[in-house]
């Protein structure tokens, strides 16, 4: 078995204890490898929550599952694919809409301290000279907190619960009598 691991597996990130298995690191980094044809689509996936396993795992090693409760597929199921893609779609959302407001915040703050000095305000250049310098170092930093800690935390949660729905959805489906995906 061989992952292309182009990006860092998010191994740091929050892991909610929700009850939802879904989406293994490796599930995640082989989705994504997927969609950028970087990796074959098929493969062995556990029957549970479609972690990549090998085809003599007995049991999952992300959710526990034993591969002779539930068969190991070797195809991840479309509507699980389409979940990690809102999920992170979500999240990216969340990430760039608090930069965004980073941004303005950038821009405004320094333009505030200028004005509310009022030799600085009077002059033209000695305003320029201290602005430009607030709003490089701002641009820098406030997008990057705002879209990197708290638009990733808000965005984390916003996309968890939909996986979570998803999810929900996954399992009534696949347990109902003579539904689609019962094995
Ligand atoms: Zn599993």
């Known amino acids: 078995m061989s992952y292309r691991m ?7 990130r929050y892991r909610p204890d929700d009850g939802c298995p879904l989406f293994s690191p490796r ?9 950028r044809g970087e990796t074959p ?9 479609f972690t990549p396993i090998g085809r003599e795992t007995v049991s ?4 526990g599952e034993a591969t002779s409760a539930r068969r190991p597929v070797d195809v991840v199921p479309a509507p699980i694919a389409s979940a990690l893609r809102v999920q992170r779609q979500t999240e990216g959302q969340w990430v760039n809409g608090f930069a965004y407001i980073g941004v303005l ?10 004005l509310g000095i009022p030799t600085l305000k009077d002059s033209l250049i000695l305003g320029t000279a201290v602005y430009a310098p607030l709003l490089l170092i701002g641009m820098r930093v406030f997008p990057a907190i705002l879209g990197g800690y708290f638009g990733d935390r808000k965005g984390f949660e916003a996309a968890r619960a939909k996986t979570r729905a998803a999810w929900d959805q996954w399992v ?9 995906h019962s094995t």
Request: hydrophobic residues 40%.
């Open 172 to 180: 009534a489906d696949r347990d109902r009598p003579g539904g689609t």
């Open 60 to 63: 999952c090693p992300h959710c």
């Open 105 to 114: 915040i950038a821009m405004v703050l320094p333009l505030a301290a200028v």
């Open 27 to 35: 599930l995640e980094a082989h989705l994504v490898a997927v969609s």
């Open 41 to 49: 689509e098929r493969g062995t996936f556990c029957g549970n929550c």
């Open 6 to 12: 182009d990006e860092p597996l998010p191994e740091e």
